[in-house]
């Protein structure tokens, strides 16, 4: 089975549906539609199976077509963190090797120069005249559907080839597991570009044909009226969300949570307080569940039975978990472990680094985890310095090298401090003659928002093991 085959239990079985708010109510019918104009626009400009194209787009319905004409084409879909800059974006265009990257007029001014661009604009104004007839080229579930970019520990991003039937493992579990079904209402102000967004939000929503709105972003001060507006009963969020929506006014609070079928939170540590003071205001335990770009979701609270506050919950069906010790043997339960990961949602591999992971191996994810005797996983932090602020990933050392290139800096470590709202947000220790202003400006320049250093922390030199290894432990307490 592939994607488009999966996608047709709602494009062809409720056609007449509305299947999305968005300026208006689209049925089912109308996104098919859509995606077959596209498909046939991107046809007629030679993008042929196994091409690559870049979308560089802020959450719109255009994004949506074109992912939908990706998976009908059997081109591999490239999403690209809007908030990144020319420095993240020049590195995935070389990795990729797009045909074409699209974004939007304005934002075109991050993309370096080289290569071909399409404009949202232009591609609007021209879809119209492609015929809505279906095109599927793409037969093997096998194939990758989607590469997804995810920091490296090496300092550069690498591409997790995702397939047709990752996405349809995972997506299959979710709505099995959460019971999502067509008389759902789904508010999506995830960000499209990350599988968050993408592999549970919109894969949910087609695969359920349940009612979804989505909005261009999070924005915390206007989500309390779409929820009102809108009454979703289900809801995916990063803690960031959740941290949020408990400022919002108890009467609202608990008027959403009347409607509300079931809270869903992930890519970051849900702190226990947030759960329960949540429950407290929206009379909803929040179901936390885990996942990685390169795995989409593992483990996950069960929707009935217990939501354990800090804990990921049980692995989800087809995931098989091991928690190793660092000799390779299995932790017992209660020991700390580091997880290891098989089944049909773990991806094919590195984008051109096939000497990373081989498909069908066990993967390898870096978190620190505890199994209970009853079978529950709780996440007990990472095996490299990852930084995760509002949902993003930031690895440490990708600012570190950006920084040591600047002027005066003779080394410098970025560490995560904790913030209240954001999880964490990375800080950078800086020995040598430098001006923080123009550090950060550069950064600003160059690199994605949630990467900045919130500050600059002058040290004579960097804490260092005899091996010369940092040790970010021992670096100073940084004051806001
Ligand atoms: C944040 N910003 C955005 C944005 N999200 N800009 C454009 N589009 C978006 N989608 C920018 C803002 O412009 C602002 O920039 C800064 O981020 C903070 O904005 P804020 O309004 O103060 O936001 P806040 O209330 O802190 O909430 C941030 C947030 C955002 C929760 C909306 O962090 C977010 O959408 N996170 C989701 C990340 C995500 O989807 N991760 C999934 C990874 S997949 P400035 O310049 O003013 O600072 C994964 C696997 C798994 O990890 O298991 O899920």
């Not at 990729?96 to 591609?123: M, N, S, Y």
Request: charged fraction near 20%; include cysteine.
């Amino acid at each position: 089975m592939t994607l488009p085959d999966l996608f047709d239990y709602s494009f062809i079985g409720r056609r007449h549906e509305v299947a999305i708010e968005w300026d208006r109510e689209h049925t089912f019918g109308d996104i098919d539609d859509r995606a077959s104009r596209m498909a046939n626009l991107l046809a007629g400009r030679g993008v042929a199976a196994g091409d690559r194209i870049c979308v560089y787009l802020p959450n719109c319905l255009e994004f949506i077509d074109l992912f939908l004409a990706a998976t009908r084409l059997g081109v591999i879909f490239v999403p690209v963190n809007v908030l990144y800059r020319d420095r993240e974006i020049r590195h995935i265009l070389a990795d990729a090797d797009p045909v074409a990257l699209i974004t939007t007029a304005e934002l075109q001014v991050h993309v370096p120069p080289g290569g071909t661009v399409w404009t949202l604009e232009e591609l609007r104004s021209v879809v119209e005249e492609f015929p809505a007839t279906r095109r599927v080229a793409v037969t093997d579930g096998e194939a990758p559907a989607a590469i997804v970019y995810t920091s490296g520990t090496t300092g550069a991003s690498k591409g997790a080839v995702l397939t047709h039937n990752n996405f349809i493992a995972n997506a299959v579990n979710l709505v099995t597991c959460w019971q999502i079904t067509a008389a759902d209402r789904l508010l999506l102000t995830l960000p499209l570009f990350h599988v968050h967004g993408l592999g549970n939000g919109v894969h949910a929503w087609l695969l359920s044909g349940c009612r979804m709105r989505l909005t261009e972003r999070f924005a915390h001060e206007q989500a309390a009226g779409w929820m009102g507006e809108f009454a979703p009963t289900l809801f995916f969020g990063v803690p960031t969300m959740y941290v949020r929506m408990l400022e919002w006014p108890a009467a609202d609070a608990a008027a959403i949570g009347g409607r509300m079928r079931l809270f869903v939170s992930g890519s970051a540590p849900l702190p226990a307080p947030v759960l329960e003071e949540f429950r407290g205001l929206y009379g909803h335990t929040i179901l936390e569940r885990y996942g990685m770009s390169e795995t989409l979701m593992n483990i996950s609270n069960p929707l009935y039975g217990e939501r354990r506050p800090g804990a990921v919950g049980l692995p989800l069906p087809g995931v098989a978990v091991q928690n190793r010790r660092p000799d390779g043997t299995m932790a017992a339960d209660g020991e700390v472990g580091e997880l290891f990961l098989r089944g049909p949602n773990v991806f094919s591999g590195y984008w051109r680094k096939p000497e990373l992971f081989t498909p069908g191996d066990w993967f390898r994810t870096g978190d620190i985890a505890v199994r209970a005797a009853d079978g529950y996983y709780t996440l007990q932090g990472r095996r490299s310095d990852l930084i995760i602020s509002g949902g993003f990933n930031i690895y440490p050392r990708e600012i570190e090298e950006f920084l040591a290139e600047q002027p005066g800096v003779t080394e410098v470590a970025v560490a995560g401090v904790p913030d209240a709202r954001r999880g964490e947000v990375p800080v950078a220790y800086v020995a040598g003659e430098f001006d923080a202003g123009a550090l950060a400006e550069a950064c600003r320049r160059h690199l994605a928002s949630f990467k900045i250093p919130r500050g600059f922390v002058p040290v004579e030199k960097l804490p260092r093991t005899a091996l010369g290894k940092v040790q970010k432990h021992l670096l100073p307490r940084w004051e806001p």
